[in-house]
């Protein structure tokens, strides 16, 4: 039987071209004057750690909320005592989602804030612009908010980690999904014309490839789609599925509308938040459009339990965080996104040791992130060769603003690697809502 769950938090991913890194400085890595040749960012009872984030901007619904989240989790760790003594001091900046912006701001984190480590940085092409320089200044790049396979090059860069499920696998998992349950479906792809769309697309080629009649694809930096939608409509597909961000998911359901198109629709997680995408479909037919139900029947994927799923024990655990530490609003599925990303966070610094630095950070990560159970359905894939994030996800159809599970949690790695079901049950969270990760060292 079909099990009942709720909606997971959307994730995030690029809207816009890679922009390359102009401005480097350098003096900022491994040791700080200012402490006295302490580690930087880091104090006998403090650890300073940033992100940037569009607080402003095109990007901002939703998005902003998740440095909300996880300031809401820090501050619930700091209220019990923090991580080997030390409190975690968070600080973000806002970039706009402007690459170039982001060149600056994460300048002023590395070199005024001095921060320990960067935490959960949002997008793609913004944070492709600042990976040489965090590299050159030797700080740990933790849990870039984004799946692109970018953020797994160890050799390159060893100190830059993913955290979400990336494309590649979630296309996968989709494909294989779709060829088994609608195989004689006549699919289209409709996909951001970036590394986004591209490695969705490789992932589902691996399983759809015989069954893909069409592919457009669109630019984010313009808004009219109906010129694509009208190419997949004229190829007769009844499926299709989009690697979208939730402004070209609300866009494409209302450019469909207007064409009379009904196909099945399959989104990626990035762009399935039913509640940010109605929203912005209401906001885009200025209102002729009801968003209540705008993406009912749509599939998606989940690697993490919404915030509607009330009986979800860490939806619970948020929830509580929330009411004692979180700012105006309400919970949303993007601050369970941060504050999950900060769970994982925290299972790094107790990993890490009392003897913090940013080298042992890292080394902890690849000795030990593997085996960190926390709020993701699948694991993580960290290792001395791996710095990809969670392994899986779950195929599931909208209702509303929940869903219905399709298939449960399943695993795979990049490549040719197969598709097999996870096994063993989702833990609950600890009862004081924080990690117990012994030191690896």
Request: aromatic share 6%.
């Given at each position: 039987?079909?099990?009942?769950?709720?909606?997971?938090?959307?994730?995030?991913?690029?809207?816009?071209?890679?922009?390359?890194?102009?401005?480097?400085?350098?003096?900022?890595?491994?040791?700080s004057e200012s402490d006295g040749g302490g580690e930087v960012g880091v104090t006998g009872d403090s650890v300073t750690v940033g992100g940037h984030f569009p607080l402003t901007g095109v990007a901002a619904p939703g998005y902003s909320d998740i440095p909300t989240g996880t300031k809401a989790y820090f501050d619930y760790v700091n209220a019990n005592g923090g991580v080997h003594?030390?409190?975690?001091?968070?600080?973000?900046?806002?970039?706009?989602?402007?690459?170039?912006?982001t060149s600056q701001v994460?300048?002023?984190?590395?070199?005024?804030d001095e921060i320990f480590a960067m935490l959960g940085g949002l997008g793609t092409p913004t944070h492709s612009a600042v990976l040489d320089f965090l590299d050159d200044n030797e700080v740990p790049d933790l849990f870039v908010s984004s799946g692109s396979l970018l953020w797994d090059q160890p050799e390159t860069y060893p100190r830059t980690f993913g955290w979400q499920s990336d494309y590649e696998i979630e296309g996968k998992i989709i494909g294989k999904y779709l060829a088994e349950n609608h195989p004689d479906a006549r699919v289209g792809l409709f996909l951001?014309?970036?590394?986004?769309?591209?490695?969705?697309?490789?992932?589902?080629?691996?399983?759809?490839?015989?069954?893909?009649?069409?592919?457009?694809?669109y630019a984010p930096t313009n808004n009219d789609v109906a010129p694509q939608l009208s190419a997949l409509q004229a190829a007769d597909v009844d499926l299709v599925v989009g690697f979208t961000v939730p402004s070209y998911t609300a866009l494409s359901q209302l450019a469909a509308m207007r064409l009379g198109f009904e196909p099945q629709w399959v989104y990626s997680n990035v762009g399935s938040d039913p509640a940010l995408v109605g929203s912005l479909l209401a906001r885009f037919s200025e209102g002729a459009v009801d968003d209540a139900g705008s993406l009912d029947g749509a599939i998606t994927t989940e690697y993490l339990a919404g915030v509607?799923?009330?009986?979800?024990?860490w939806v619970r655990l948020w929830r509580k965080v929330w009411s004692e530490h979180g700012?105006?609003?309400?919970?949303?599925?993007?601050?369970?996104?941060?504050?999950?990303?900060?769970?994982?966070?925290?299972?790094?610094?107790?990993?890490?040791?009392?003897?913090?630095?940013?080298?042992g950070l890292v080394d902890a990560l690849e000795r030990a992130g593997g085996e960190f159970a926390g709020p993701t359905l699948a694991p993580f894939r960290y290792g001395p060769d791996s710095h990809a994030g969670v392994g899986g996800v779950r195929v599931a159809e909208?209702?509303?603003?929940?869903?219905?599970?399709?298939?449960?949690?399943?695993?795979?790695?990049?490549?040719?690697?197969?598709?097999?079901?996870?096994?063993?049950?989702?833990?609950?969270?600890?009862?004081?809502?924080?990690?117990?990760v012994a030191p690896v060292g």
């Open positions: 039987m079909r099990q009942r769950l709720r909606r997971r938090g959307a994730v995030v991913t690029a809207l816009a071209a890679i922009v390359a890194l102009t401005a480097s400085a350098c003096g900022a890595g491994g040791r003594g030390r409190t975690i001091d968070y600080v973000y900046r806002d970039d706009a989602y402007n690459p170039t912006n994460v300048n002023e984190l590395v070199l005024q951001q014309d970036d590394d986004f769309g591209e490695d969705g697309e490789k992932g589902l080629r691996a399983y759809l490839d015989d069954q893909i009649v069409a592919t457009e694809r509607d799923d009330t009986d979800d024990p700012g105006e609003g309400e919970l949303t599925n993007y601050r369970v996104y941060g504050m999950a990303q900060a769970y994982t966070f925290v299972q790094a610094l107790q990993a890490a040791g009392p003897e913090l630095t940013r080298e909208i209702t509303g603003e929940s869903s219905i599970e399709l298939a449960p949690v399943q695993v795979t790695d990049n490549g040719d690697a197969p598709i097999t079901p996870l096994e063993g049950e989702h833990a609950p969270p600890p009862e004081d809502g924080i990690p117990d």
